[in-house]
């Protein structure tokens, strides 16, 4: 049997995360978690001896392309719809804290 989670462990992954909860969210989706991993438990019982693993529920199978990279020399025209370019690439503002702008 899984060991109950915690409201500080739900807090710490939230905060992993990048997510903000009050008190009330905190206390509901530890509540969640621990219904979660009650079901994990309760599939970890079923004997699954002799079933073979699904990949697919049907029998049909994707016909995809072979995944070349063509170069159709269109790298101006791209570019040219870019609202700023610089050495062949698109430029784009930084949008992570620290980076250079200039």
């Known amino acids: 049997m899984t060991e109950a989670i ?7 992954v939230a905060g992993l995360a990048k997510l903000a909860f009050d008190d009330a969210q905190l206390d509901q ?13 309760t599939l970890e019982e079923v004997d699954t001896t002799g079933v073979e ?4 529920v049907t029998e049909n199978v994707n016909a995809l ?4 990279a ?3 020399q269109q790298t101006q025209a791209l ?4 609202p ?8 784009v ?3 992570l804290g620290g980076g250079d702008e200039g």
């Open 70 to 72: 063509e170069d159709w």
């Open 93 to 95: 503002p930084a949008i």
């Open 6 to 12: 915690t409201r500080d462990e739900v807090a710490h």
């Open 53 to 56: 693993p699904t990949y697919s």
């Open 84 to 91: 700023e370019s610089q050495a062949s690439l698109i430029k």
């Open 29 to 41: 989706f530890t509540t969640q978690l621990a219904a979660i991993l009650d079901i994990v438990d």
């Open 79 to 82: 570019l040219a719809n870019a």
């Open 65 to 68: 392309r072979e995944d070349v």
